[in-house]
């Protein structure tokens, strides 16, 4: 269960973060969260979908990670095989707090039962001597101020995607070396037909808004899929 602090010097001062990668350390996930504003970055690397949540009808994007449920296929024992990683992921154990009012500025939470949490002197400080943020935690603060903005931004984006109906359901069977089958469904895509068939004026819209790199990220990302069983072949994964 979550154990939600704000972080302050005075309560975290001797706090220790593992930062390794590891399956034990919340990086076992077969797919993250993405925002439209690190498409460009994330691109290279991941597939990215997009799924909406039945019970809020709200969309969400996702860098697609495995094919398995706790699967990440990016993982090489600590060492993580890619060269960016989800800010979903980079951010953990911090995450953005607001007052309870919902007023005032975004507050620096941190999930003291995350298994980031280090314990004695392994892991990486985050305040110094003086009670300082160290590199290491202004880096999380800058990496989660860029996806609070870009989950905010997302809105917008998700909306202009809704409005010209240009995502179409995607499922893909998988095929192994080995003879083994999975099957990715409950996913979507840019509908790259739509997307070319929209009028000057949407797409002068849309590129306006900063909607227009996105989309398009979001279609040359699935390149990423062979490279994804690839992988998974690589690992002899079943």
Known sequence: M????????????????RAEAGTDLGDGVMAALAVPAEFRRLACEFPLLFRR??????WS????LGFEPGENLYLDGT????????????VQPFLIGRPAQGDGPAQVHIDMAHPRIAAGDEGIRVFDGEGRPTPFLEEAIEMLGALDDGYRASTDFF??????????PFSMDVTLDSGAMHRLVGYNIVNEEALAALEPGIL???????????????VASLGNL???????NRKGHG
């Not at 979550?2 to 973060?17: D, G, M, N, V």
């Not at 062979?226 to 998974?232: A, D, N």
Request: glycine letters at 4%; charged letters at 20%; one cysteine or more.
């Open 204 to 218: 002068a819209e849309l590129y306006a808004a900063g909607h227009l790199g996105p989309l398009y990220f979001a």
């Open 226 to 232: 062979g490279k994804l069983v690839r992988r998974k």
């Open 2 to 17: 979550s154990q939600h602090q704000i972080l302050t010097p005075e309560a975290h001062a001797q706090l220790r973060i």
């Open 53 to 58: 949540d039945p019970a809020t009808a709200s």
């Open 159 to 168: 909306a202009a995607v809704e409005r010209y109906e240009l995502l179409e």
């Open 79 to 90: 060492r993580w095989d890619a060269a960016c990683r989800p800010l979903s992921l980079a």
């Open 61 to 64: 994007a996702l860098a697609l």
